[in-house]
């Protein structure tokens, strides 16, 4: 036998690491660590949130979050053979699949998700009075007091915002959410179940909601918007 062909025989494959192997449970510790912290000081909270863009008075990017999702995803995108992600392009089978589930399918999963366990078994958590504040739909301009949908126009810092029972930001969100799923983790969970890296950027890239993204804006105007009239 050659040294090459024992070479290559004898080759063990690479298993995960101990970050890796435990994934999940550096998130739960994460997110366990993020409410207490939440809780216990509520200040550093409202701090991480000063850091960000703003747009007409509201936050639209939290600079803390970009930050860790460049440090996320940095890793995963050096290391993609890109000649890959053309090769997947190229079959539309598993790709079409994947925009069926994401924009036919999840957007309703996870509406039925948080109708469960948000507007049922953990709806005490959140209290039936706890509100939040919005920033008010394009072309709507009304004055402070006045009732919109389920909430009412209030003046925060001089600037027009519409309060909104708290449960309707988080079915909103999760609607959201099933429609553009998170690419940072997609990326990273492919890694790590050792998946085609350049056949998970390939599908998770028309899902990503983009002003450019004609695709997103077509195929997933539809669902979200019958979900946003559900939840009105």
Known sequence: MSPVTEGCISKQPKGLSAFEKYLTIW?????????????????????????AIWSGGAPVISIPIAVCLF??????????????????VRNLKPVGLTLFVNWAIKPFTMYAIVILFLGVLFRGLIGPDATDLAKLP?????????????????????????????LRSYLAGCILLGVAPCTAMVLVWGYVAKGNDGHTLAMVSPSRPRPCSFSFASASAPATGLLALARA
């Open 27 to 51: 998130v739960l510790a994460c997110i366990g660590a993020g409410i207490l912290l939440g809780k216990l000081a509520p200040s550093v909270a409202r701090t991480l949130d000063g850091f």
């Open 71 to 88: 440090f996320m995803m940095y890793p995963i995108m050096v290391k993609i053979d890109f000649a890959e992600v053309l090769a997947a």
């Open 138 to 166: 394009l072309g709507v301009n009304l004055e402070p007091g006045v009732a919109y949908g389920v909430g009412k126009v209030v003046l925060v810092n001089g600037a027009k915002l519409l309060e909104t029972p708290l």
